[in-house]
T-cell receptor, first 115, second 114 residues
């Protein structure tokens, strides 16, 4: 059973508009969440993270929102650029800074930003 | 090097053949992870090393999979008697410490078992 779910396999957005990628999780023990970006034939690249004590973390054009009661997080990219076109993976871990740290990944969402 | 290096980039193996995949982590990174990514899926955890100690191997799918990191730097993932279901991209990641989630991934080794 998938503990981290990305229900949208793909998303298409116009350049300059907002991209919103969603992620749901089932394990209430998860306390650290990350987004990775992956280009073809490359490994995932860390993008942004958030711990469960926060509900928002911002880094430039990227903002991650966490709704713990709904077990939902989202990644906002504003404004979207063609270079943002990639597969985005949501990941979660339990016991941040503690004994755990293995990442549980979703299946990914392929974002296409059209010029 | 500046990043995590994996070799080979591509490997085609005949079913039943043994393979060895290599990972050179970022110098000084204590933590090293192996993940398996099947087509259309997200990466799935295989095993974790802290220096030379393999602290977690709960994700290894069978006893045909074996990983080592004898000197706490380079790691090798070995798959014995490969099967078609082993076909996947094998990703290595390293980090300064386990608690930090911003691991640096290598580009992976794409294994195809025919």
């Amino acid at each position: 059973d998938q503990q981290v779910k990305q229900n949208s396999p793909s998303l298409s957005v116009q350049e300059g508009r907002i991209s919103i990628l969603n992620c749901d999780y089932t394990n209430s023990m998860f306390d650290y969440f990350l987004w990775y970006k992956k280009y073809p034939a490359e490994g995932p690249t860390f993008l942004i993270s958030i711990s469960s004590i926060k509900d928002k973390n911002e880094d430039g054009r990227f903002t991650v929102f966490l709704n713990k009661s709904a077990k939902h997080l989202s990644l906002h990219i504003v404004p979207s650029q063609p270079g943002d076109s990639a597969v985005y993976f949501c990941a979660a871990s339990a016991g941040y800074g503690g004994s755990q740290g293995n990442l549980i990944f979703g299946k990914g969402t392929k974002l296409s930003v059209k010029p | 090097g500046a990043g995590v290096s994996q070799s080979p980039r591509y490997k085609v193996a005949k079913r039943g053949q043994d393979v060895a995949l290599r990972c050179d982590p970022i110098s000084g990174h204590v933590s090293l992870f192996w993940y398996q990514q099947a087509l259309g899926q997200g990466p799935e955890f295989l095993t974790y090393f802290q220096n030379e100690a393999q602290l977690d191997k709960s994700g290894l799918p069978s006893d045909r999979f074996f990983a080592e990191r004898p000197e706490g730097s380079v790691s090798t993932l070995k798959i014995q008697r490969t099967q078609q279901e082993d076909s996947a991209v094998y990703l290595c990641a390293s980090s300064l410490s386990r608690g930090l989630g911003g691991y640096t991934f290598g580009s992976g080794t794409r294994l195809t078992v025919v």
